[in-house]
């Protein structure tokens, strides 16, 4: 079963930088594509941005471009949101998304969600 969990989000200062992972396991089957999404109370989830998983290309929302980086972890299906220079409107729980080529379609597989919050 494909499990999809997120680490390292914590409490940081304005203007800080932090990174999260995300790791899938339980499967071998290809990963298209990996989404970062964020959800702040009372407001919906968020696109943060997306990596293909063949090309390795990269999108990003309009609020995080320029401050934040997706890229490939160190190890086997894992990936990274480097944020930098963070601010207030940054504070979220943030959930990774990986979506799985079943060969039959394709299946979204969510995390559970990492917490971020920003002080100033």
């Known amino acids: 079963q494909v499990q999809v969990v997120e680490s390292g989000g914590g409490l940081v200062q304005a203007g800080d930088s932090l990174t999260l992972s995300c790791v899938v396991s339980g499967s071998n089957l290809p990963i298209l594509r990996w989404d970062w999404w964020r959800q702040s109370t009372g407001k919906e989830r968020e696109f943060i941005g997306s990596m293909s998983g063949n090309s390795g290309r990269r999108s990003y929302g309009d609020s995080v471009k320029g401050r934040f980086t997706i890229a490939r972890g160190n190890g086997k299906n894992t990936v990274v949101l480097q944020m930098n220079n963070v601010n207030l409107e940054d504070s979220a729980v943030y959930y990774c998304?990986?979506?799985?080529?079943?060969?039959?379609?394709?299946?979204?597989?969510w995390g559970q969600g990492t917490q971020v919050t920003v002080s100033s």
């Open positions: 998304k990986a979506v799985v080529d079943y060969e039959v379609g394709y299946h979204d597989h």
